[in-house]
């Protein structure tokens, strides 16, 4: 689950019964009891070894058969990715694949083969540390964090030049324990055996953590002395709400351990019952429970849950997994399904959210941006590639023919892009009418509130929008200038600042004011802990993945929404993080 994480730290300590206690930080709940697999840091211990002119053919051979296997091995998973996979572990497959492709990398292996004359091995090794070099003197860090991406990617070849493919098999059962995680590993591993993951590094608001969540795989991150304290072959109980980890447990342990799985079995019973219960709170206000979706799973998962409607239908993932731009007849099937899924329930579309951040082998956007996350990207993206834009709107508007739809778009700054996209969307509105195609006569117009530039003007463009939805997860890392992916500033990425409180009830208050519904779709919608919270600021619209809905709706129904209000103004006036963590935890 998505939130606040542990707050004790790192430590180690002993259960009641004696056996070695480790803490981290729970950033996937669940319960796993298996036997810990041990992967130490990524390192290429090659020695050096020349070889003969003569031998250089079959070595240049025996490297491209490898980066060959390894370039199979991944498009064998990506074809295999489906769901909620599609978004997180595709993108980074897409990403590792790229480097597999990059001119830079191949080039420098074969020459280094040609005039060492050097094995493949040991010039893999030379090329992966020249890169290093070149990573480890960039300023930016989210470019420096990309150096974990061409480890695995040289890991991968590695394996296979030795004719090893990636330590994946013999898992069943097995807790993996590593120095950190990438999101493309998490899916193969769960599908493998792997029933818990705890790394020494890594952050509860990571890519991986996000994905360990959606994959239900109990995960506990940042436990620093874990590949010290265990070692290959110890049996481990891990919780993955409290961030503990049990070494070799004594029978007093696994008697707690099975409490905790039948309490675990019981609370899926009762949230079961749930599936067709209003989200009403104790004082009779209904609260909007609607749902991000990427797939046609996803839809029929969240119909199945009494999802409101779909609050964000993300589209990037059409444009991710392919060489070529989708055509308009297969984005309106997509969009046209999705509102069938929903059976006249609101369905919000979401444009283009792409950028040079995610993997793009269509060529549409930049491959060269020093710092993507703040470069041409989202609705930016889609004014500077006109046609594209113009291809998914027609898209929608026809799809919008068949279901309740909305437009909403990403990473909106200021008010001109907002008339710019209204413009296009009349005229082609305009034109797909005189080709005889069936528009719906208004389709409600929204905005993404993710930079804090439009949170803060937002008055001086809400007149132009029909509904507004907070995308917390970008809003917070802009506001706070803390890349969630970045350890070193780990700490300093959370949605408990003050700071990020009182930007959202700000949003709230103007929507209100202008009488314009806003929803938050970031992942602190998610978490059932994080519930009251944002009902005390005014929230009544929530969007969050279909496998919390159930537990957020539980929290609602036992929330009266007077009193939290009424306890609102002490949780604006918290002036540090550990004010905002007390106020959760008296009104629990």
Known sequence: MPGPPSRSGSSTARTASGALLLTGHGASRGNALGRARVRLPHALEVAEQRITPAQVPGELQRLHEAVEAARAEMHDLRQRLHGALNQEAGEFLDLHALLLDDPELLFGLDELIRSGPYSAGYALRVQRDRLAKVFDGMDDAYLKSRMDDLDHVIGRIHAFLHKRPPDVKGLAGEILVCDNIAPSELAQLQAHGVVGIVTAAGSALSHSAILARSLHLPLIVNVPNALQKIADGDVLGIDGSTGQITVNPLPLDLRDYRARLREQAREQRELGRLRSKPSRTRDNVTIALLANAESREDVTEAHALG???LGLYRTEFLFLQRDELPDEQEQFETYRDAALGMSGRPVTIRTLDLGADKADRTGLTLSNEENPALGLRGIRLSLARPKVADTQLRAILRASAYGKLRILLPMVSTREEIRAVRRRLAKQAELLRAEGHEVAEHIPFGAMIEVPAAAIALESFIDLVDFLSVGTNDLVQYLLAADRNNEAVGELYSPLHPAVLRLLAHILRVGRE????????????????????????????????????????????????????????????????RSIERWIESNP
Request: net charge negative.
């Open 307 to 309: 999802a409101h409607g």
């Open 514 to 577: 202008h009488d314009v519904p806003v929803a938050v779709c970031g992942e602190i919608a998610g978490d059932p802990r994080m519930t009251r919270l944002l009902l005390a600021l005014g929230l009544t619209e929530f969007s969050l993945h279909p496998g919390t809905l159930l537990e957020v709706r539980r929290a609602v129904r036992d929330s009266d929404l007077g009193e939290l209000q009424a306890a609102a103004p002490k949780l604006l006036a918290a002036r540090d993080r």
